[in-house]
């Protein structure tokens, strides 16, 4: 595996130390550079409780965090578009992190990757234990 783009359920069960999380972010870390998007630091901290704000800024810094720019913004758009075309509706937030991975050639970790349907995405699902399995 390569340079990873962690979605935010991974971090979320990272956070409430979910078994096998911890043995996944320290494998994913061995395997590449682990990167957010700004929309997945966004989300963790809108639902952050106050007590849990010294471990889940800790862990921000241990991330690399990819900001939205233009043109991660308008892939994100065309996302929303193409797909909405053939009856699927991505959220935004979604759209996004994908456009993120995609636009940086990272891979995906996720626990939805249906949410992810987007051919050209390298997704990974991990599953409760935090195993992970590559999207066929």
Known sequence: MSDSLLD?????????????????MHQLDL???????????????????????????????????????GKIADLAGELVRSWRARGANLGDADAIIAATAIHHRLALVTTNARHFPMPELVVFQADEEGALTSRA
């Open 31 to 69: 395997a590449g550079e682990l990167h957010i998007s700004a929309m997945t630091r966004l989300e963790i901290v809108r639902g952050m409780r106050e007590h849990e704000r010294p471990e889940t800024f800790s862990l921000f810094d241990s991330l690399q965090t990819v900001p939205v720019t």
């Open 8 to 24: 935010t359920s991974i971090l979320i069960r990272y956070l409430r130390k979910t078994p096998g999380y911890l043995d996944l």
